[in-house]
């Protein structure tokens, strides 16, 4: 009836059944399963040998099988084909701590942007020879690029998506800094604390009341959403939902609740024009690795 994603951007592309079968085959050689007996040999293996095994091996478990996904799911969502429920979507003001030198960062620029690479290397202020100094929230280029192109950019293309065709979505994006983290390192998953009540736990002691408030009022916008499908209820500051004229989301902040508009307009205008051009289901360069 309704979606949450949170971090879960469409940013893959995800294999054929048949590459799977091929990739967890290959798993299997290397957990040095034997021609005879190969599922008793793996029944016989410790659960923690068999994950590291297969996590190595690339056997992964999301594939084109047919059934649960017929086709490529950027594709879909690009066509504006996925399915019509309620859909709330977000991710963290950064996902990652990305290593790319300023040479490395150029480059996959190129690679991904191609002929639209000199825009982007404007935006990310890469036109000098040096990385830039960070942004407050969003932390240095790279950091900036990663969470763009396979999070926030790509959230904010679904929700396009979702809106164009009528279906109701809701956009967040949480930029707290959890206590104890160093200073500007907001990271994937750094929502859950709050939104599975982690907060309130004594065996995690560090919170303070605002997170603790903080953590009340995300739990009480999701659990709102999954009932009805609209996050909105009485005494929660107002979240406003997406369309394509406002982009409204709601930032989870140092301050708290903060309802806003247009989540980094021009970095995700630019990455929405490149994808229609270069699309990722035609353009395996710009799949994400991970």
Not at 55 to 80: M, S, T
Request: charged fraction near 20%.
């Amino acid at each position: 009836q309704r979606a949450i994603a949170e971090s879960g951007a469409v940013r893959r592309l995800d294999p054929t059944l048949e590459q799977q079968e091929a990739a967890c085959a290959q798993a299997l050689s290397g957990l040095r399963a034997g021609e005879e007996n190969k599922l008793g040999y793996l029944r016989d293996l410790p659960a923690e040998t068999i994950l590291r095994g297969f996590n190595r091996g690339g056997c992964r478990p999301l594939n084109l099988d047919g059934y649960a996904l017929p086709e490529q799911n950027i594709k879909v969502w690009a066509e504006g084909r996925q399915h019509p429920v309620p859909f709330l979507i977000g991710n963290a003001a950064r996902e990652s701590f990305d290593d790319l030198s300023f040479a490395q960062l150029n480059a996959e620029i190129e690679l991904k942007y191609a002929e639209f690479a000199p825009r982007a290397f404007e935006l990310y202020g890469l036109t000098g020879r040096r990385m830039p100094a960070p942004h407050p929230v969003y932390g240095y280029a790279n950091i900036q690029w990663g969470a763009d192109i396979d999070n926030r950019c790509r959230h904010s293309g679904q929700a396009m998506s979702h809106a164009n065709v009528g279906h109701e979505i809701y956009q967040y994006e949480f930029e707290r800094q959890l206590p104890g983290q160093r200073p500007n390192s907001n990271m994937h998953s750094n929502e859950v604390y709050s939104v599975f009540g982690l907060v309130n736990l004594p065996a995690f002691g560090r919170f303070t009341d605002a997170d603790r408030a903080l953590g009340q009022q995300i739990q009480t916008y999701w659990t709102n959403f999954v009932k009805t499908g609209d996050p909105n209820g009485p005494n929660l500051p107002h979240w406003e939902r997406f369309s394509q004229e406002n982009r409204g989301y709601m930032a989870f902040d140092e301050t708290g609740v903060n309802p806003r508009n247009g989540l980094r307009r021009a970095y995700c205008d630019l990455f929405m024009e490149v994808e229609a051009a270069r699309p990722t289901w035609l353009h395996p360069e710009r799949s994400a690795n991970w």
